[in-house]
C-alpha cells in the first residue's frame, strides 16, 4: 500500500502564491503518475494538474499558466506551485498516484488513481 500526504495548504490573499508538497511512501515504483485534484465545498471534485515519471505535465485549463506541477522522484515527492492564486482556487487539495500507465489524455481522470491523500486545506482570501 502506497501512503501519500500532502502539506503546505494554508491561506492566502488573492493573486498571492503557495507551494504543496506530497510526500508518497511504499514501494519505491509506484507512482508513474502523480496528479492533485481539489475539492471546493458543494462541489465535486475536479482535476487540477498531473505528472508522470518522465515529467510529462497536464494542466486543468483553470490552473494553466498560473499552476506549475513537478516531482523529484529521488524523494518520492511531488509539488504544486500555486501562483497568482484567485478566490475560485479555494479547496481541499487531494495528491493521488497510480502505479500504471496513463496517457496524457486520461491524466485528469479520478478513476485513474489508485492511491490518495488525506488532502491539505488552501484558503484563498478575496
Known amino acids: 500500500q502506497v501512503q501519500l500526504v500532502e502539506s503546505g495548504g494554508g491561506l492566502v490573499q488573492a493573486g498571492g502564491s503557495l507551494r504543496l508538497s506530497c510526500a508518497a511512501s511504499?514501494?519505491?515504483?509506484?507512482?508513474?503518475?502523480m496528479g492533485w485534484f481539489r475539492q471546493a465545498p458543494g462541489k465535486e471534485r475536479e482535476f487540477v494538474a498531473a505528472?508522470?515519471?518522465?515529467?510529462?505535465?497536464y494542466y486543468a485549463d483553470s490552473v494553466k499558466g498560473r499552476f506549475t506541477i513537478s516531482r523529484d522522484n529521488a524523494k518520492n515527492t511531488v509539488y504544486l506551485r500555486m501562483d497568482s492564486l484567485k478566490p475560485e482556487d479555494t479547496g481541499i487539495y487531494y495528491c493521488?498516484?497510480?502505479?500504471?500507465?496513463?496517457?496524457?489524455?486520461?491524466?485528469?481522470?479520478?478513476?485513474?488513481?489508485?492511491?490518495w491523500g488525506q488532502g491539505t486545506q488552501v484558503t484563498v482570501s478575496s
Open positions: 493521488a498516484s497510480t502505479p500504471s500507465y496513463i496517457h496524457e489524455s486520461y491524466l485528469s481522470q479520478i478513476y485513474q488513481y489508485n492511491y
Open positions: 511504499g514501494s519505491s515504483f509506484s507512482s508513474y503518475a
Open positions: 505528472v508522470t515519471w518522465s515529467r510529462i505535465t
